[in-house]
């Protein structure tokens, strides 16, 4: 069946580091991907998405490209701040979302 | 606001009572789906609502567990003879109407955490 793995964490970073998670999905049909974010205390929440091959998501620095060659959506910023620390959540669409386990991500000043 | 909204936010109860989670999905979104998030893991699927379609109810884990939704507004989770294990973080999401690229966005509320002792 259709399926979502992504990079176990917790990931730890120094502030300004780059940050990459990655994603890869299994699907038969062209699904839909997300990145869903949830803040400490918060709900999870759309961080960005990408509907077919090749399409970027972007939004707050971060971005992800629809790979379909290698079947991956990883996510990716340039500077991470303290305030990006939140477990992110990689999802397909197919007739509903699947997601991924969850990666988290720990900044520290 | 206008979002989802999801009560109680925190449910107690003891082994073997039944439970009834409620959500309040966006006005005008048609698809309802309601997740378990266990601690320290990922969302796993329960149950979709789609207009007037059947329910796909494919990720419920037991008959202990059902669903309803009045038309397309609230929806009620329902957990009979709750164990320790349905101790989780219950997530209602809503969307609009899917396209032709599948799904639509979901949003999500905040969830009820169940503590089942």
């Known amino acids: 069946g259709d399926s979502v793995t992504q990079m176990e964490g917790p990931v730890t970073l120094s502030e300004e580091a780059f940050l990459t998670i990655n994603c890869t999905y299994t699907a038969t049909g062209y699904p839909s991907l997300f990145w869903y974010v949830q803040y400490p205390g918060e709900g999870l929440q759309l961080l960005l998405k990408a509907t077919k091959a090749d399409d970027k998501g972007s939004n707050k620095g971060f971005e992800a490209t629809y790979r379909k060659e290698t079947t991956s959506f990883h996510l990716e910023k340039g500077s991470v701040q303290v305030s990006d620390s939140a477990v992110y959540f990689c999802?397909?669409?197919?007739?509903?979302?699947?997601f991924g386990t969850g990666t988290r991500l720990q900044v520290f000043p | 606001g206008a979002g989802v909204s999801q009560s109680p936010s925190n449910k107690v109860t003891e082994k073997g009572k039944d439970v009834e989670l409620r959500c309040d999905p966006i006005s005008g979104h048609t698809a309802l789906y309601w997740y378990r998030q266990r601690l320290g893991q990922g969302l796993e699927f329960l149950i979709y609502?789609?207009?007037?379609?059947?329910?796909?109810k494919s990720g419920l884990p037991s008959d202990r567990f059902s669903a309803e939704r009045t038309g397309e507004s609230v929806s009620t989770l329902t957990i009979q003879r709750t164990q320790q294990e349905d101790s989780a973080v219950y997530l209602c999401?809503?969307?609009?109407?899917?396209?032709?690229?599948?799904?639509?966005?979901?949003?999500f509320g905040p969830g009820t955490r169940l503590t089942v002792l």
């Open positions: 999401a809503s969307s609009l109407e899917p396209g032709t690229s599948g799904i639509g966005t979901q949003y």
């Open positions: 999802a397909l669409s197919t007739d509903k979302l699947i």
């Open positions: 609502f789609q207009g007037n379609s059947a329910p796909d």
